[in-house]
């Protein structure tokens, strides 16, 4: 089955204990992403990933860092997590087609830093 | 630069009575135009697409959209809502320039609301 998991689902850290969610996607796709999902603001990109060893800001990349070291794994890394980034986190991916490709997502990650 | 709004915040309609979610968009680029579904305590799913074919776009579960350029609008309808329907509605835009980011700005989202 073609997916995008992410891991864990939940997670409850504490302010600057570091911390990694994991996204893999099966669909052999170049493009990858990271959103977070906040109330009354919908989804704001964080990272993206246009291949292998290419990654580069969204909107709101402040207190994360990304990596891409293999074409099916796309990490979102919290050095030093802090309260503003609790939150629901989406990854998603997409071939690099046309206009036609569709973004598919996962089933988030909802993140408590206290 | 590209943008969404979604116009309702919120919709509450009866079962089996129509439903109709507003969105309007900017975008310097001919969009590529989509609405996702999340239901609660769920991810994201795809319920239909524009990319410049047929102005008028089928989604899953009964739902369509029609793209008006003239208006820049790609509001989601459905004849009869179901109860399943219940859940936050995106509307998202997509640009199609060559060697984008494929960023997907989505609006804030409308929740519906339905009631028995």
């Known amino acids: 089955e073609a997916q995008v998991t992410q891991n864990p689902r939940y997670l409850i850290t504490v302010t600057g204990k570091k911390l990694t969610v994991t996204c893999s996607q099966n669909?052999?796709?170049?493009?990858m992403s990271w959103y977070r999902q906040d109330p009354g603001l919908g989804l704001r990109q964080i990272y993206y990933s246009m291949n292998v060893e290419v990654t580069d800001k969204g909107d709101v990349p402040e207190g994360y860092k990304v990596s891409r070291k293999e074409k099916r794994n796309f990490p979102l890394i919290l050095e030093s997590p802090s309260p503003n980034q609790t939150s629901l986190y989406f990854c998603?991916?997409?071939?690099?087609?046309?206009?036609?490709?569709?973004?598919?997502f996962g089933p988030g990650t909802r993140l408590l830093v206290l | 630069a590209q943008s969404v709004t979604q116009l309702d915040s919120h919709v509450s309609v009866s079962e089996g009575t129509p439903v109709l979610l507003r969105c309007n968009y900017s975008?310097?680029?001919?969009?590529?135009l989509f609405w996702y579904v999340q239901h609660p305590n769920k991810g994201l799913q795809l319920l239909l697409k524009y990319t410049s074919a047929a102005t008028l776009v089928k989604g899953i579960n009964g739902f369509e959209a029609e793209f008006k350029k003239s208006e820049t609008s790609f509001h989601l309808t459905k004849p009869s809502a179901h109860m399943s329907d219940a859940a936050e509605y995106f509307c998202?835009?997509?640009?199609?320039?060559?060697?984008?980011?494929?960023?997907?700005?989505f609006g804030k989202g409308t929740l519906l609301t339905v009631n028995p």
């Open positions: 998603a991916s997409r071939a690099r087609g046309g206009r036609q490709e569709t973004q598919y």
């Open positions: 669909m052999n796709h170049e493009y």
């Open positions: 975008s310097s680029y001919s969009p590529s």
């Open positions: 998202v835009v997509s640009p199609n320039s060559g060697g984008s980011n494929y960023k997907l700005t």
